[in-house]
């Protein structure tokens, strides 16, 4: 049986829903400027480079958390903590 636990601050849904609304809040700021500036086409083209660097930092350096329990993702993340505070300390 899985013990139940509870983490203070923001829930994961709370910190995707912010980041969907400031990356919202972003495009509607600049988007009339830069197609004014620069066109149509190299804004979207702007955007869809934005888009695809922010799939690969989150392919690359976000943990795959399905199926696994709080404690395992927590002891994950400790350990790669202490892999870089060693790294740091040698170098």
Known sequence: MQAKCSIKGFSTYEKAKNSQQASNLIVSLTFL???????????????????????????????ETKGRALEQIEAFWRARHRIYQTARQIS
């Open 33 to 63: 400027t830069l197609v004014e500036k620069l066109g149509a086409s190299s804004t979207f083209l702007l955007y869809a480079f934005a888009s695809v660097a922010s799939w690969l930092f989150a392919y690359y350096f976000v943990a």
